[in-house]
């Protein structure tokens, strides 16, 4: 059974940067046919998409993000990153990462999510 975990602030400046981690168990960050994802859910809105690293460490962004977002690995720690630049309180969400199969395009596993709130 594949686990995430996000760690990260709770509450950051606006203007600063938010950095959050995905550890992983259960699975290597490097397996085959899978990609780590970060997604974010803003309060009373939708999910949004923020970008993805493959098992080989290529990235992927969503293009709105595209400046702000940088998403790492460490493959000795089985955990990816997220880093978000700039950030401001319409950066508040719930912060996830998922696990996406390739061959099945769906996400299949889920972190319990970690709220940040961006103070003005």
């Known amino acids: 059974q594949v686990q995430l975990l996000e760690s990260g602030p709770g509450l950051i400046n606006s203007s600063q940067t938010l950095s959050l981690t995905c550890s992983v168990s259960g699975d290597s960050i490097t397996a085959n046919g899978y990609g780590w994802s970060w997604i974010r859910q803003p309060p009373g809105k939708g999910l949004e998409y923020m970008g993805v690293i493959g098992f080989d460490g290529t990235t992927y962004y969503n293009p709105s993000l595209k400046i702000r977002a940088s998403i790492s690995r460490d493959t000795s720690k089985n955990e990816f990153s997220l880093q978000l630049d700039s950030v401001t309180p319409e950066d508040t969400a719930v912060y996830y990462c998922?696990?996406?199969?390739?061959?099945?395009?769906?996400?299949?596993?889920w972190g319990q999510g970690t709220q940040v709130t961006v103070s003005s």
């Open positions: 998922a696990r996406f199969g390739q061959q099945s395009t769906a996400f299949l596993d």
